[in-house]
């Protein structure tokens, strides 16, 4: 009964989802279209819910590491900012003028920005200690990239025709690379894809 | 110099502050200042989830408008609560069957048509051109992205002559690539800094520019 | 100490000595900004363009598909946009895919109202966030306000006036996704190749290389990348702004984008600094 509620139920669930799905799109029938409706409908409703396992994860991580001295301060902090953003959002609302929109620009917005910009930092340290030209294919990266740097600068635009040596770089040679990779990785979507459907990749039911 | 007066301004600026202290080192500050964000960020969006998509998406159309059919999704949303006991916690496996279904089935035909067909399209030689550049600039548009294709198969030894030189071109195109997008990334990671002094001195230590 | 000897301790000094040249080199030019000129780069001039040429009430969709941690980039373009939108009296419908999305795409709703006067769902409508991602995007195309019954202040889409013309994305001239990372090739996979509606990027530095191929093959009638093309739209704005006599202009990005660029001249000194420490250090050995 087990391996039947385990595994063969979801991915009996996706093998038939995803062909009926995957062959909908050549359907010009009423019912193919009714069919992508719903399910778009369908998706949406529990794709809404899928954040109860964010916050179950969450209240279940924070609330075990209360019992250990080192880490109760913190997760404590965690939990009780948790708890007030979501009383003052539900009970306050979430208007432009609302204190759970204040506390959004105000503490969420600074810190995650913050955290964000001390890799500014990390960069600099990097590119001064460790960026070391050693062979032809670092000489070309590093050359690329001080053109790219500078013409990016607004003290590029002094130089004449920075802008368009820049935007020559970045759509040729540089969109014969990317694309060259987007292929690929189109590719690797669509085998990955066809794979999920047909239940040959089940790392998500436990291999 | 005119310091601000907003209490608002001086908590952004003390939260600033506390991240910034990491550079030193790790410490307390720093830790109490990232937790701080973990639970207003989980917070945040079980409220802006709960008023922007669930409600309106299943409370609404079920308990209001009387919907039945959706006590379906309903149900398998609930089955998310599952992962908090690890018993039964194989349930969340249903509700992500569906979602994988509807997902995977979607992407394969248009994926393939945007990943794969305009892009090959718009890299075929297409003549006439209008002038020489237009000419230089498809031929290395061409045969940039046939080198860099040659240089990701790796299911032919690269050592075979032809293949080799192929994918030196693609490689050589790769390091241009990459060599652009640090020279953006540069200016990416600089914003970031910028724009939290600009803030500290602008509007906390209210420095005008001159 | 010989000049060797200098260059090759130099390329070893302890990092916060770097952290602290950085800290001077911007803080300098904020204070002091030196008013470097703007000039519109092709990619956003394409996308300038297209909306300053658009119908008076045609509709743009605005997705704030970014967070915080890009904000410094991203933010000043979208609040740009909107203010662009509403001069040349053309719709914008803000909407999200990223919970995070919602606070900022309201501040930068907030301040059309007070600089420009916008008055909500009559100039601009915003909808907020939807769960789904890719299926989002596809039920748009379909109809927009069964994906989004109500905007994000609980107003039913089907009472919001300015919303009344709008069924999906035939009635759409131009959709533009703000992201700090991928889904603006989300938007050209499922709107774009499945509806033809047209879409345009507006993303950090970090991934603008990555969405030329878009441009070229169509998928994309251009690109804001970084903060260089924020600054740039945001003087095209208050060029507008001037026109018409209206005299509060936005100038974060521009300043910022200022030390920005001495910052940028410091990493490529970094590296040659480095690079001559590391050559002089391989000579002696």
């Known amino acids: 009964m087990r391996p039947l509620l385990e595994k063969k139920i979801p991915l009996a669930l996706v093998f038939i989802i995803g062909i009926i799905m995957t062959l909908q799109y050549f359907v010009p029938h009423p019912i193919s279209q009714t069919i992508y409706d719903n399910s778009l409908m369908w998706d949406r409703a529990i794709a809404s819910m899928a954040y109860i396992m964010a916050i179950v994860s969450f209240l279940r991580f924070h609330s075990r590491r209360l019992k250990d001295k080192n880490y109760a301060p913190y997760s404590l902090v965690a939990i009780l900012s948790f708890a007030a953003m979501v009383l003052i959002g539900f009970i306050g609302g979430t208007g432009s003028d609302s204190l759970f929109q204040k506390m959004y620009d105000n503490m969420m917005v600074p810190l ?53 040596i820049v935007e020559w770089i970045m759509a040729v040679p540089n969109l014969a690379s990317k694309r060259g990779i987007m292929i690929g990785v189109g590719l690797g979507v669509v085998a990955t894809s066809i794979k999920i459907i047909l239940g040959i990749e089940r790392n998500w039911v436990g291999g | 110099m005119h310091i601000s007066t907003n209490l608002w301004i001086w908590i952004q600026a003390l939260l600033t502050l506390a991240i910034f202290t990491f550079l030193y080192k790790d410490n307390p500050l720093f830790r109490m200042a990232e937790h701080l964000f973990v639970g207003l960020a989980t917070g945040y969006g079980l409220v802006v989830v709960y008023k922007n998509a669930f409600y309106p998406n299943v409370w609404v159309p079920l308990f209001q408008e009387k919907q039945f ?3 379906i999704p309903f149900v398998l949303g609930l089955l998310y609560l599952t992962s908090a006991f690890p018993k039964i916690s194989y349930m969340i496996r249903w509700p992500m069957a569906v979602l994988l279904g509807i997902g995977s089935g979607l992407s394969i035909p248009l994926t393939i048509q945007t990943y794969i067909i305009e892009q090959s399209k718009s890299s075929i030689l297409r003549p006439p051109y209008s002038n020489l550049i237009s000419w230089i600039n498809a031929l290395i548009l061409f045969v940039g992205v046939v080198s860099v294709l040659v240089y990701f198969y790796f299911s032919i030894p690269h050592d075979r002559p032809g293949v080799k030189q192929i994918s030196k071109v693609g490689l050589f195109l790769l390091m241009l690539g990459f060599g652009a997008s640090f020279g953006y990334t540069v200016m990416a990671r600089f914003s970031l800094l910028v724009g939290r002094l600009d803030f500290l001195l602008n509007k906390w230590l209210g420095i005008r520019p001159f | 100490m010989s000049v060797r000897d200098f260059f090759i301790r130099l390329s070893k000094i302890d990092r916060k000595y770097i952290y602290l ?12 900004p030196p008013h470097f000129p703007q000039k519109m780069s092709p990619q956003v001039k394409r ?9 008076k009430g045609s509709y743009v969709i605005l997705s704030a598909d970014y967070d915080p941690s890009v904000a410094p980039e991203v933010h000043p373009m979208y609040k740009a946009v909107v203010k662009h939108c509403i001069l040349r009296g053309v719709i914008p419908i803000g909407m999200t895919l990223g919970v995070q999305g919602a606070g900022l795409a309201l501040d930068a709703f907030t301040e059309a109202e007070k600089v420009l006067g916008a008055r909500r769902d009559t100039d601009y409508v915003f909808l907020g966030y939807q769960a789904g991602g890719a299926v989002v995007i596809l039920g748009l195309g379909e109809d927009i306000k069964s994906v989004y019954k109500t905007d994000y202040f609980g107003t039913k889409t089907t ?25 603006p090739a989300t938007w050209a996979v499922y709107a774009y190749t499945k509806y033809g509606v047209k879409v345009a990027a507006a993303v950090t530095g970090v ?17 804001l990348a970084g903060m260089k093309a924020a600054a740039e ?13 209206i005299g509060k202009f936005s100038t974060s990005a521009i300043r910022m984008m200022d030390a920005n660029s001495i910052g940028q001249l410091l990493i490529i000194l970094f590296i040659i600094i480095g690079n001559i420490g590391y050559f002089l250090s391989r000579r002696r050995k």
């Open chain 3, 21 to 32: 040249v950085i800290l001077i080199g911007l803080i300098i030019p904020l204070i002091f």
């Open chain 3, 159 to 183: 009472d919001i006036y300015a919303l009344k013309p709008v069924k999906n994305y035939r009635d759409i001239a131009l959709v533009i996704s703000f992201s700090g990372s991928a889904i």
């Open chain 1, 112 to 164: 995650q920005a913050t955290t964000f910009s001390l890799l500014a930092f990390y960069m600099s340290s990097a590119a001064y200690r460790a960026f070391r030209i050693r062979g032809i294919e670092a000489t070309v990266l590093m050359i690329t990239a001080f053109i790219i740097i500078f013409g990016t600068t607004t003290i590029g635009n002094y130089v004449p025709k920075m802008n368009e």
């Open chain 3, 207 to 223: 991934s603008a290389g990555d969405f030329y191929p878009y441009i070229q093959a169509g998928q994309f009638i251009g690109m």
């Open chain 3, 233 to 245: 739209y945001e003087d095209a704005v208050n060029r507008i702004l001037k026109e018409k006599g």
């Open chain 3, 47 to 55: 996308v300038f363009e297209y909306i300053d040429t658009l119908p």
């Open chain 2, 69 to 71: 059919i959706f006590i």
